[in-house]
């Protein structure tokens, strides 16, 4: 397996310092599950790395130098130099203002919102999961599945799929984040990589969110997402 190296967030809140070392682990624990001769190599957690974007200037010329390295960003923060698939992507996501006045242009509604729509995007196309939701903004917890209505459901999937055809999306979790009330829906904003909402995911959706992305970053399939009873 090719070295990886896990590009961490800045947290800018103490309160998302815990959540955000659980996302990290999250990560690191679904490349080394879904990563063949893991049980057998023991080495194999030492080629997973993790590094927060504010000290990528310090290793650049180790990235330069490692033609087979994986990189797996779970942040908008990041250098310009720092080439990788996606970069266009995480670039378009990071101007949150200009991809509402995108989807605007589609006549579709605008506004912040605490639920989110993974989209697993593979080669072959995209995998919706369950919703998730936030169930607490003072302990920011999240839950899934929140199950919603095919009059909820369509317009959501709908804008998923062109959100990515037309950025051009290479494959990768998104949370197309959105707001709700009855069957009105609207965007908020999309986030091309599994975020602490997709850590509600793990033990409830197989694979889980962190496993999709790993699994999408190294091209291999993913046939079904399902939720545990």
């Not at 709908?158 to 984040?177: F, I, K, T």
């Not at 997709?198 to 291999?220: E, K, M, N, R």
Request: aromatic residues 8%; hydrophobic residues 45%.
């Amino acid at each position: 397996m090719p070295d990886v190296l896990i590009i961490a967030p800045v947290p800018e809140i103490p309160s998302r310092s815990p959540l955000a070392s659980s996302l990290l682990l999250e990560m690191k624990r679904a490349i080394l599950s879904r990563s063949e001769a893991s049980s057998s190599d023991p080495a194999l957690a030492d080629r997973v790395d993790i590094c927060l974007a504010s000290e990528l200037e310090l290793r650049s010329q180790e990235i330069y130098e490692m033609d087979d390295l994986i990189l797996c960003p779970l942040t908008l923060n990041l250098p310009e130099w720092l080439a990788f698939p996606g970069k266009e992507t995480f670039s378009a996501c990071a101007n949150i203002q200009a991809m509402r006045a995108r989807v605007a242009e589609w006549q579709f509604p605008i506004g912040d919102g605490t639920h989110w729509l993974p989209i697993v995007l593979t080669a072959k196309g995209a995998l919706f999961g369950e919703v998730i939701t936030q169930a607490a903004q003072e302990t920011l917890s999240y839950r899934q599945p929140l199950h919603l209505v095919d009059a909820q459901r369509q317009p959501l999937y709908q804008l998923g799929q062109q959100l990515v055809r037309s950025l051009s999306a290479s494959p990768g979790v998104y949370l197309m984040q959105f707001g709700l009330q009855e069957n009105r829906v609207w965007f908020d904003r999309l986030i091309p990589f599994p975020d602490l909402p997709a850590i509600a995911s793990v033990g409830v959706q197989t694979p889980d969110l962190f496993q999709c992305h790993w699994l999408c970053l190294t091209h291999q399939p993913i046939r079904d997402l399902q939720i545990s009873a």
